[in-house]
């Protein structure tokens, strides 16, 4: 089993929908990212998040560390959203290191 | 500046070249980290220097070779590299290790 999960895999919708992907992780962690990345292309880094909830625009993070879990929500998807979300946790006793799940690959449709 | 850049963005290289991918950044950031990724595949942890001194080597390949010339500059130099290393290959850096990343766009390699 991986140590960071997400899910979906791939997710498909209809531009306007509102959007979240769900990350899961077994291990310690001191901080939490997402990550976004377009096809070819470089990473850009959302969020990082240690509690509660951050906001960025139409972009929502939400974390519970009780139970290990994070979502990120997009409000009002538009096609340039469509990308490869990342999860990555910093895992609490190797501080230079970050676990990343395999992505959510997002195809918002016009 | 609060970006990390690297240089340059595609190579190709035959198996017996020597060539070197450069990353930049002048945020103040102290740990730097290279990145492979491979099609459809999460970054996989190659190398991170922190405070400009070699922190982790994830058992990479002598064929790859960090360098951390000072703490604004790593670059990472390839001699008798495979097909199989074509890859996407990311810089990134953070304030200190573990702390806030920024990624670069990434060099895009093939080994031919």
């Known amino acids: 089993k991986n140590e960071v999960e997400q899910s979906p895999q791939n997710l498909t919708a209809q531009e306007g929908e509102f959007i979240t992907i769900n990350c899961s992780y077994s291990v310690g962690i001191s901080a939490l990212h997402w990550l976004q990345q377009h096809p070819g292309g470089g990473i850009v880094s959302l969020f990082m998040l240690s509690s509660g909830k951050k906001k960025h625009g139409r972009l929502i993070a939400t974390i519970n560390i009780q139970e290990k879990h994070s979502s990120l929500h997009i409000t009002a998807s538009h096609p340039r959203d469509s990308a490869v979300y990342i999860c990555a946790v910093r895992a609490g006793l190797r501080d230079d290191k970050i676990i990343f799940g395999k992505g959510t690959r997002l195809h918002i449709l016009p | 500046d609060t970006e990390v850049t690297q240089t340059p963005k595609h190579l190709v290289m035959g198996m017996t070249n020597k060539k070197s991918l450069k990353c930049e950044q002048h945020?103040?950031?102290?740990?730097m980290y290279w990145y492979k990724q491979k099609a459809k595949k999460p970054p996989e942890l190659m190398f991170v220097y922190s405070y400009e001194k070699l922190s982790i080597n994830e058992s990479v390949p002598s064929r790859f070779s960090p360098e951390c010339p000072n703490s604004s500059l790593l670059n990472l130099h390839l001699h008798a590299l495979q097909p199989e290393d074509s890859a996407l290959y990311l810089c990134a850096s953070s304030q200190v290790p573990g702390y806030g990343y920024t990624f670069g766009s990434g060099t895009r390699l093939t080994v031919v």
């Open positions: 945020m103040g950031h102290r740990a």
